[in-house]
């Protein structure tokens, strides 16, 4: 197991409402990723977080927001959910240059 | 414009014997290339990863794979399959040029090794 936790780990919300994620990164580690994973597909890139500035971001609306904290923890926010943002949400930490840690992942369900 | 194709869904194999699962990618600078695995209902594992240095990588669990520049390939290997190997296998790449770039991962590859 990775020291990377995330929380809740499963969550059903609203068409319309908004939701937050979050994540704790391994220690030592200075970089927070967040991916998408609906079922049946890989995981898809939403963006990055080092040292508290976004790092990069990958094809997502901007109602997909995040935070880094300085402990390095991140929350990733959804606003104006839509049912396709159903799927597993995934967080993993790294240094910039290394491999990535994953996390056990949150279960959203929008209905 | 990085991607990664797995060009099968399913693997499957006998328990003894070797496995491969396929991976091919496209990348504009420097491949950084992972082998991921993922049970059901829980996050990805870190298997193995080639940077630069020797095309042949080991990893955990037995697992290898084997760069192959001129192939745009990154194939996972094990000589001896297990049961418990089964489990949804993803391929990632990453441009090397610039630290932090997202990784771009495949479909996924289920492999399923029978008893």
């Known amino acids: 197991e990775t020291g990377v936790t995330q929380s809740p780990t499963h969550l059903i919300k609203t068409r319309g409402q908004q939701v937050t994620l979050r994540c704790s990164s391994q220690?030592?580690?200075?970089?927070v990723s967040w991916y998408q994973q609906a079922l049946g597909q890989g995981p898809q890139f939403i963006f990055q977080?080092?040292?508290?500035?976004?790092?990069g971001r990958g094809n997502f609306p901007p109602r997909f927001s995040g935070l880094q904290f300085p402990n390095y923890s991140s929350e990733l926010n959804v606003n104006a959910l839509e049912l396709d943002d159903s799927a597993l949400y995934l967080c993993?930490?790294?240094?910039?240059?290394?491999?990535?840690?994953f996390g056990p992942g949150t279960r959203l369900t929008v209905t | 414009a990085q991607s990664v194709a797995q060009p099968e869904d399913q693997v499957n194999v006998a328990e003894g014997n070797p496995l491969t699962v396929k991976c091919t990618y496209s990348?504009?600078?420097?491949?950084?290339l992972f082998w991921y695995v993922q049970y059901p209902n829980r996050g990805l594992q870190f298997l193995l990863k080639?940077?630069?240095?020797?095309?042949l990588v080991k990893g955990s669990y037995g697992f290898e794979a084997e760069f192959n520049k001129s192939q745009t390939s990154f194939h996972l290997k094990k000589p001896s399959a297990l049961v418990s190997d089964s489990a949804l296998y993803f391929c990632?790449?990453?441009?090397?040029?610039?630290?932090?770039?997202?990784?771009?991962f495949g479909k996924g590859t289920t492999l399923s090794v029978s008893s």
């Open positions: 220690s030592g580690h200075n970089t």
């Open positions: 990632a790449v990453r441009d090397g040029r610039k630290a932090g770039t997202a990784l771009i």
């Open positions: 977080y080092y040292r508290e500035e976004e790092n």
């Open positions: 990348v504009s600078g420097n491949p950084y």
């Open positions: 993993a930490s790294s240094n910039l240059v290394d491999e990535q840690y």
């Open positions: 080639y940077i630069t240095g020797d095309n």
